[in-house]
């Protein structure tokens, strides 16, 4: 299947600074990929839509300006959060659709994800 | 409003049989589908549900009713590694993906 990598697998991060977050498409372009968390034994929120070369759509909520996305390339969509605080702290997770599969199954193939803790 | 329902957690046996079940209420429907996610892990595609009845791949199957809002994901001859939780996901009208907050799968020997 289509692979999807993300790094860093684990940060730890005083409070206040910025961590970036990156999620690479390995053998397929992805012009959209997803960003969710997900705190301990709850579910998977989205928190946007990255695409690339245009900016990236929101879920209500989500503060913009906190978690910065950037999507420069096919293959490769970054998450910053900025000035993080404690209550960052959750697992990060990036997710892409393989075109080459098309849109009817909306299969999402998902990185490893980033657990981020904030000190 | 949106809500996809399922368990929180199940216990069954090593070998047996075990059925999760999830309804959803959702503005639209355009495919359902199960994920597996181990502890600590991203989660990895099971099945994927569209048109009503049954789908069977290997061990796992995984059955839709549109006209009910539910569907199940039936695990056979479970083994230790699918101690995991399965999440229950539904396209809406908008192709979004709604997610349930998953079921913990506790398999015991």
């Known amino acids: 299947g289509a692979v999807v990598s993300q790094h860093p697998s684990w940060v730890i991060c005083k409070s206040g600074t910025s961590v970036k977050i990156e999620c690479r498409s390995l053998?397929?372009?992805?012009?959209?990929m997803f960003w969710y968390r997900q705190f301990p034994k709850q579910s998977l929120m989205l928190m946007a839509t990255?695409?690339?070369?245009?900016?990236?759509?929101?879920e209500q909520g989500v503060e913009k300006d906190k978690f910065l996305i950037n999507h420069a390339s096919l293959t490769l969509s970054t998450l910053t959060v900025t000035s993080a605080h404690p209550e960052d702290s959750s697992f990060y997770i990036c997710s892409a659709r393989d075109p080459r599969r098309g849109e009817n199954t909306g299969e999402l193939f998902f990185g490893e994800g980033s657990r981020l803790t904030v000190l | 409003g949106q809500n996809i329902d399922q368990p929180t957690e199940m216990t069954a046996t090593e070998g047996a049989i075990v059925q999760i079940n999830c309804t959803y209420q959702?503005?639209?429907?355009?495919?359902l589908f199960w994920y597996q996610q181990h502890a600590g892990e991203a989660p990895t595609f099971l099945s994927y549900n569209v048109l009503d009845g049954l789908e069977e791949k290997g061990r796992f199957s995984s059955f839709l009713s549109r006209s009910k809002g539910y569907s199940y994901l039936l695990l056979k001859e479970l083994q230790m590694k699918d101690s995991a939780s399965y999440l229950c996901a539904v396209k809406d009208s908008n192709y979004q993906l709604i997610w349930g907050a998953g079921t913990k799968l506790i398999i015991k020997p």
């Open positions: 053998d397929f372009q992805a012009t959209t």
């Open positions: 959702t503005s639209g429907f355009n495919g």
């Open positions: 990255s695409n690339e070369g245009s900016k990236a759509t929101y």
